[in-house]
């Protein structure tokens, strides 16, 4: 193993340690080593766990990489930073509006309705 892939696989598990649930932990060392890519990763998750706890574990990564990185760290934050980039454009809603609903549910609210394709017409109900 050189020093670099040593450095890099100390990055890694010092940004996921703490990550569960551990499949969920296994996809990101998988993501920030650069073997998946992070749209692949995110997919993988999803299949795994609901948005709102991807959501948690991407947010805890990339805290810690913006708290505790190291200068040696650089390869490694910018996967994280791609990977919650990806995430918050495309799939972050997801667990806005699940959370959105599940409190609407429980304090009896009437549900928003869902979300027209785009390009849709709107029709006066």
């Known amino acids: 193993m050189s020093s670099r892939t040593g450095l890099e696989a100390e ?9 569960r649930p551990r499949s969920v932990r296994a996809i990101l060392v998988q993501c920030l080593a650069g073997e998946i890519a992070p749209s692949i990763a995110i ?26 990185s190291r200068a040696s760290d650089m390869l ?17 809603c997801l667990a ?9 549910r429980i304090e009896g609210a009437p549900l928003p309705p869902e979300p027209r394709e ?7 109900e």
Request: charged share 35%; proline share 0%.
């Open 43 to 68: 997919a993988r998750m999803l299949a795994e766990e609901d948005a709102s706890t991807v959501r948690v574990a991407i947010d805890d990564v990339t805290h810690r990489a913006a708290t505790i």
């Open 76 to 92: 490694v934050h910018d996967r994280v930073d791609e990977l919650t980039q990806i995430f918050v454009e495309d799939v972050a």
């Open 118 to 124: 785009r390009g849709e017409a709107r029709t006066s």
């Open 96 to 104: 806005d509006v699940s959370e959105a609903k599940r409190t609407q």
């Open 11 to 19: 990055a890694i598990n010092r940004l996921t340690d703490l990550v």
